[in-house]
């Protein structure tokens, strides 16, 4: 079976519920430091079902030279089965500063049935170029044993004043029937974003000789967005957070989720940052977008950051009404500066007929900052 890969991040959203995907800042000029000098060092995240006297566990740990630059980061999942994900990204820097250079490494080990172990592997080497101090590009190669060799390519200009004018992204690959994986668009596939006074004010599909101009936006925020048979919708409340998101079968509802919000800044206020890398953008490569948390929800036109509360998820799951499906209520503690500690996470899963041994999952995060002031 394959799976289909979205490489344009334009519907990650509903991946992205604990505090460290939702934290992320919105300054349009760089991210050159972290918004305090806390660091935020290692994440570590356990899942233990209700019916399970085992639980999985994912950790994330940042490394950091002298200056305070990220220099690596490394992430594990494993499960009581041995099956687990590993990746790494390397950075490397230019003589003043600048990111120059990242490696992505990921391999996943999977259980088979019969005893036996299925390896899988992904690689991506990405190249950055600066011009007056700003990402004017960026160069992304990459392949695997369950991915195509893929090429993006990304491009920015700024106004006189260094503000975000454009930035436009094209991706091509070769296609390869015996990947696991596919592109969700065709090569040579194109997306641009225009700015204005630091807001979003156009966005742009291309493929082949057919363009289209997929968002609705107001003020900045994107409040619609149409895709192929369908749309979907964004609500969000006076903080500019995301509150509400609607998916739309033609003009039937399909699904949707809600965000309450409590108070106290995200793990990833704390973030590493790079110096002229525009923090706005949204065709920034995944090297970036997965240590920084910088994808849809709750950043740039998706509204601002915020530390979850509750979430909860409906969908048309027998073919008629809308129903409850996913009910998560998050409990936070801050650490002196404000900052999310740890996190405890009751997921309830309402399905109709789920049997309550398996209706519950016990979620733990735990954040571990460094060089705090």
Known sequence: MKTVVHVNYRLAVALTLHGLIIGCGQKQTEVSKAETDCRLQQVIVTRKPGNSTTASTEQTSYVYDAQGRVTGTTFTNADASGSGVRSSVTYAYNADGFLDRSEYQWSSQARLGSGGVQNYTKTATTRYSYTNRRLTGYTVESSGTIVPTMTLKAAYTYTASGELMTESLTTTYQYDPAVKEIPSVPSGFQQSWTYSGGKLTDYVEKSGSVETHPYTIQNGLVTRYAFQGGYSTYQYDSGQRLTKFESFSGNTLNHYYTFEYSEG??????????????????????????????????????GQPGVVKRYRFYANYTGGEVIPLTDMVYASQLNSQGFVGSQTIDMRDLTPGMPASMATTAITETYTYSNCR
Do not use: H, N, S
Request: charged share 15%.
């Open 265 to 302: 800044k995200p793990a990833l206020a704390a973030r590493p940052g790079f110096t002229g890398v525009p923090d706005a953008a949204m065709a920034l490569p995944a090297d970036i977008l997965a240590l920084t948390g910088r994808i849809p929800a709750g950043r740039g036109p998706f």
